[in-house]
Nanobody, 126 residues
Framework: QVQLVESGGGLVQAGGSLRLSCAAS????????MGWFRQNPGKEREFVAA????????YYADSVKGRFTISRDNAKNTVYLQMNSLKAEDTAVYSC???????????????????WGQGTQVTVSS
């Protein structure tokens, strides 16, 4: 069992930056691939970024590539999402998720993940 708690969301102007954190409980954090997803009301959950168990491989949605950076610190049981050059269309609830034994293609699919955080709101004003 893994519990995930996100933090770092808030209100920011377009062009600004935020860093989201996702703290995981348990001693097996390094066994999980980690992902960030976002969702707006009435819309499907959207893949944002993911990182492999060791941190050696990262994956991004085209819409955030070059602006967002995912990283993890296995000693701190934490995964981060650095978001720069934010746009109004980045506004959403951002959730982190943990996945066991991920094939590369699994990272992009929400239903493949085993555990989810409660989410944190990011609002970008234009």
């Amino acid at each position: 069992q893994v519990q995930l708690v996100e933090s770092g969301g808030g209100l920011v102007q377009a062009g600004g930056s935020l860093r989201l954190s996702c703290a995981a409980s348990g001693r097996t954090f390094s066994s999980y691939g980690m992902g960030w997803f976002r969702q707006n009301p009435g819309k499907e959950r959207e893949f944002v970024a993911a990182i492999s168990r060791s941190g050696g491989n990262t994956y991004y949605a085209d819409s955030v590539k070059g602006r967002f950076t995912i990283s993890r610190d296995n000693a701190k049981n934490t995964v981060y999402l650095q978001m720069n050059s934010l746009k109004a269309e980045d506004t959403a609830v951002y959730s982190c998720a943990a996945i066991l034994f991920p094939a590369e293609s699994y990272y992009y699919t929400p239903r493949r993940y085993h555990y989810w955080g409660q989410g944190t709101q990011v609002t970008v004003s234009s």
